[in-house]
């Protein structure tokens, strides 16, 4: 597609669970990106990856969350053992190196119950 | 950490007249972004401007950076009830550090 997806669009899950979103970038963006926003707030940056270096993990909020990105392109974001403050609307974004512009998904709404 | 902070946290007007936004940040930056989020939809990029920048215009928005007070504003003139959303400023500090983003304003345009 023209612009970046994400999958799914909603996911409600039980505490204790482990849950997957999914991000496919533009394609030929080097760059994607993974921000949380909890209602009402700005974005918390979670992790950053540039082509082919080490992924900037440094905003992930415990090593309960993992992040790949499989081949340059598709992106997973991984939670496990979910708790109630993990709920939150989970953005991804991707750009072209040296373009500054990032293009966001339209998210994907995680209620941990 | 939130780099950027916006000002106000809301703001409400009646359709046609102008909506100032300001944000501040604390370090040196590569350049800063405006985005915009309308209510549970992701976020569009509006306006780029660079470090070496002071102004930069587009369409009815005009985007001014003050370096030395390590602000910048966001001016929409005219506005409409369409532009009704949150506004949010973003910064880059290096050319290879992801984005960092303020909390947003959360504009409301009356009709």
């Known amino acids: 597609g023209a612009g970046v997806s994400q999958s799914p669009s909603n996911k409600v899950t039980e505490k204790g669970k482990d849950v997957e979103l999914r991000c496919d970038p533009i394609s030929g963006h080097t760059a994607l990106y993974w921000y949380r926003q909890s209602l009402g707030q700005g974005l918390e940056f979670l992790i950053y990856f540039q082509g082919n270096s080490a992924p900037d993990k440094s905003g992930l909020p415990s090593d309960r969350f993992s992040a790949e990105r499989t081949g340059g392109s598709v992106s997973t974001l991984t939670i496990q053992r979910t708790q109630q403050e993990d709920s939150a609307v989970y953005l991804c974004?991707?750009?072209?190196?040296?373009?500054?512009?990032?293009?966001f998904g339209e998210g994907s709404r995680l209620t941990v119950l | 950490s939130q780099q950027g902070e916006e000002d106000p946290q809301a703001l409400s007007i009646q359709e046609g007249e102008n909506a100032t936004m300001n944000c501040s940040y604390k370090?040196?930056?590569?350049?800063l972004q405006w985005y915009r989020q309308n209510s549970g939809r992701g976020l569009v990029h509006l306006i780029l401007?660079?470090?070496?920048?002071r102004e930069k215009h587009s369409g009815r928005l005009r985007v001014t950076l003050d370096t030395s007070k390590k602000s910048s504003s966001l001016l929409i003139t005219a506005s409409r009830a369409a532009d009704t959303a949150s506004y949010f400023c973003a910064t880059e500090v290096g050319g290879n550090t992801p984005l960092v983003f303020g909390k947003g304003t959360r504009l409301s345009v009356i009709a």
């Open positions: 401007i660079r470090s070496n920048e």
């Open positions: 974004a991707s750009s072209q190196l040296g373009t500054g512009e990032l293009f």
């Open positions: 370090t040196s930056i590569n350049n």
